[in-house]
């Protein structure tokens, strides 16, 4: 069965300090892996994608993301958080063909000044 | 860029009442969803459609129904308002097809009394 585990429900980090939020995911075939950004009362923006090819992948506002097979593991990270980077993060695997995609619980993150 | 629109962000409906959660996009996707979301549950598929007239039953459909009479929108419909159903409600939408992406639209945040 799909699913995906973010074992982290929250996380507070010093601005200017380096984060990290895990994902573990259990999928079948090739994951397709994903990594959304949710402000308060907003709906979900996409941060990075993972489809094949290069396990390290950019993405925007800084944050890049690690595929790590063995491990089942996508984890995110930012080298300097920025006040503005507090919001949820959800985790994500998509199905090849876009009609499914199964999301973690989500991790919310706390920036203290 | 990608548009997915809710019809509202903010809903205040009495219990027993009919409700209609209304989702337009606008790139022609073939893939539609409707999520709820709660705090520690993070987001569970309601119902997806992958063609017009086409549904599927997604982890909890009981209470709602869905209609898709136009590729662009999808509509979520509460048959009989209950307070356990106060929530986030998302809509989202991808193509078929390799490397693709869930868009989401702003959320509707649903009050049920």
């Known amino acids: 069965a799909q699913s995906v585990t973010q074992p982290d429900i929250h996380i507070t980090v010093s601005e200017g300090a380096s984060l990290e939020l895990r994902c573990n995911y259990s999928y079948g075939a090739t994951p397709y892996l994903f990594w959304y950004v949710q402000s308060p009362g907003q709906g979900l923006q996409l941060l990075l994608k993972?489809?094949?090819?290069?396990?390290l992948v950019q993405g925007i506002k800084g944050f890049e993301a690690e595929f790590k097979r063995s491990q089942s593991s996508f984890n995110l990270r930012k080298p300097s958080v920025h006040w503005s980077d507090a919001a949820e993060y959800f985790c994500a695997v998509g199905a090849p063909h876009g009609n499914q995609f199964y999301f973690g619980t989500g991790t919310s993150l706390t920036v203290i000044p | 860029d990608v548009k997915v629109t809710q019809s509202s962000r903010y809903l205040v409906k009495r219990t027993g009442e009919k409700v209609f959660l209304e989702c337009v996009q606008d790139?022609?996707?073939?893939?539609m969803f409707w999520y709820r979301q709660d705090p520690g549950l993070g987001l569970r598929l309601i119902y997806f459609s992958y063609d017009v007239k086409m549904k599927e039953k997604g982890d909890i459909p009981e209470g709602y129904s869905v209609s898709r009479e136009k590729k662009e929108r999808f509509s979520l419909i509460l048959e009989s308002a209950s307070t356990n159903q106060t929530s986030m409600y998302l809509c989202a939408s991808a193509t078929t097809g390799s490397n693709t992406e869930a868009f989401f639209g702003q959320g509707t945040r649903l009050t049920v009394v």
């Open positions: 993972y489809f094949s090819g290069d396990t």
């Open positions: 790139m022609d996707h073939e893939n």
